[in-house]
Nanobody
Framework: EVQLVESGGGLVQPGGSLRLSCAASGFTFGSYDMSWVRQAPGKGPEWVSAINSGGGSTYYADSVKGRFTISRDNAKNTLYLQMNSLKPEDTAVYCC?????????WGQGTQVTVSS
């Protein structure tokens, strides 16, 4: 059974930093591209960032480019999102995502709130 468990969210002031983690199990983590997706209150899901299976290629939404860094540790089956220079508009539930054998999986998400 594919499982994705996010952690690391919380309340942070504008300009602050957080590091999110996503612990994966139930599939061969190092063989799959991974993504982070977020959903702000009252809005639809927004793709944030992606990384290929080996970690050598990364992609970012324009809204987070230069501030967020995606990475992965395939030995630990863990995906990360380092978020710097956080803004109030980054407030959302952040979920990791993977498509395994044609089926989409999301974790339960971790809440990030950016507020003074």
């Amino acid at each position: 059974e594919v499982q994705l468990v996010e952690s690391g969210g919380g309340l942070v002031q504008p300009g602050g930093s957080l590091r999110l983690s996503c612990a994966a199990s139930g599939f061969t983590f190092g063989s799959y591209d991974m993504s982070w997706v977020r959903q702000a209150p009252g809005k639809g899901p927004e793709w944030v960032s992606a990384i290929n299976s080996g970690g050598g290629s990364t992609y970012y939404a324009d809204s987070v480019k230069g501030r967020f860094t995606i990475s992965r540790d395939n030995a630990k089956n863990t995906l990360y999102l380092q978020m710097n220079s956080l803004k109030p508009e980054d407030t959302a539930v952040y979920c990791c995502y993977v498509r395994v054998l044609g089926t989409d999986y999301w974790g339960q998400g971790t809440q990030v709130t950016v507020s003074s």
